[in-house]
């Protein structure tokens, strides 16, 4: 049976976002090709009609991943006035939701480590994505000048990162909890921002309806 070039598209598209969960989920090298076509329910022979090869695959699926991520981060931006920006991506970012929930999550914590050890290409895909999340972490310093957003921006990510790495090392309970504390703290003080007494209190201060879609939002994407 012959396939509309839409449909093939819709396909495509649909194998790339399963596989941009599972591979944040399980890692680069936790599931095979087979098992990624099962889960977006097509067979394994229909694979090459779509990728030349895992490593394209791959490659999509991070940057489809820290796309949504970086346009997510956007979106909630807009919704909030300048000076509460940053705190309440920080806020969002180190949360027991984002920790608990890898999947449907930022790429960068999850797959980070092993696309260090990929092809150039691959790594050079991944950078290009990387340097995207930090242009739009530095567009939050609009007081600074451009260096110096980018420098902080830096610094603010990769405390980021490095915080919710270590919060899922050590599980879902009271230390792991501290640790996201902590990283909420040395983010928005690297940022120059005065961190929030609650995890919650730069989002909450809007009306009800607001606030809850802006928490689930910053918490989880697809």
């Not at 791959?58 to 940057?63: D, G, L, M, P």
């Not at 691959?122 to 310093?141: E, G, H, S, V």
């Amino acid at each position: 049976m012959r396939y509309s070039k839409e449909h093939k598209q819709e396909t495509h598209d649909r194998i790339v976002r399963r596989a941009s969960v599972k591979l944040r989920e399980k890692g680069a090298h936790g599931i095979g090709v087979a098992d990624l076509m099962k889960d977006a329910g097509l067979t394994h022979g229909g694979f090459y009609a779509h990728f030349a090869s895992r490593e394209a695959l791959v490659i999509e699926a991070f940057s489809y991943a820290m796309d949504r991520s970086t346009e997510r981060w956007r979106k909630l931006a807009e919704e909030l006035p300048p000076e509460q920006r940053l705190a309440a991506l920080v806020d969002g970012y180190l949360s027991a939701n984002h920790r608990d929930d890898p999947g449907r999550g930022c790429a960068v914590p999850a797959l980070g480590a092993e696309i260090a050890r990929e092809s150039p290409k691959t790594r050079k895909a991944f950078a290009a994505k990387l340097d995207d999340m930090i242009a739009m972490i530095a567009a939050q310093y609009v007081d600074a000048p451009p260096k110096t957003a980018r420098k902080q921006a830096m610094a603010t990510l990769a405390t980021m990162m490095g915080t919710l790495v270590l919060a899922r090392i050590a599980g879902s309970g009271e230390l792991s909890d501290e640790i996201l504390a902590a990283g909420r703290e040395a983010a928005l003080a690297e940022a120059g921002a005065a961190a929030p007494k609650k995890p919650a209190r730069v989002i909450t201060a809007r009306p009800k309806k607001a606030a809850a879609k802006v928490a689930t939002r910053s918490a989880a994407q697809d």
